[in-house]
């Protein structure tokens, strides 16, 4: 709409928006910033539901997370700093079979009787075949019972 006067000249526009029906419903806001986006935009959890964070903002707090991570392992001293982001319930890693030691229930039994006073580190695969005489028991839990029973004989010491 144009208007003129006495040495006047004016236009004005009228300028109006209309939202686009995309299918997507609602649009959302990122808590982080302020892009609104359909739902569906947005990156998912593990437990895939939505998150209320749209990509940008989610990759540039990741890469700000393991910005941080990397301060705090700098200041660290050398000692401290895990090796690995092992679980640190976890036992120390189990070696092949093939270098582990074999021995005869006996020898074991043996080995452990003459050790029970002294603290000491077996890692040894034990053969059981000289214990399938004297087990009369025919599930796994009886024979775990037994076998307990066993070694608690052995070394005079109850364990669970």
Request: glycine share 4%; with cysteine.
């Amino acid at each position: 709409m144009s208007t003129e006067g006495p040495g006047m000249s004016l236009l004005f526009s009228l300028q109006t928006y209309s939202e686009i029906d995309t299918g997507a419903g609602d649009l959302v806001k990122c808590t982080r910033c302020p892009t609104r986006l359909a739902q569906e935009a947005f990156p998912r959890q593990r437990n895939l539901k939505y998150l209320k964070t749209c990509v940008t903002c989610t990759q540039n707090l990741a890469i700000s997370r393991e910005s941080q991570r990397q301060r705090r392992q700098d200041l660290l001293p050398p000692q401290q700093i895990p090796q690995t982001s092992s679980s640190p319930r976890k036992g120390p890693e189990a070696r092949g079979t093939e270098t582990r030691m074999r021995l005869e229930w006996n020898a074991f039994i043996e080995l452990v009787a003459t050790h029970k006073t002294v603290a000491f580190e077996l890692d040894a695969e034990v053969i059981l075949h000289g214990l399938q005489t004297e087990i009369t028991s025919f599930t796994s839990k009886e024979i775990a019972n037994e076998i307990a029973s066993k070694v608690w004989n052995a070394t005079e010491y109850r364990f669970m």
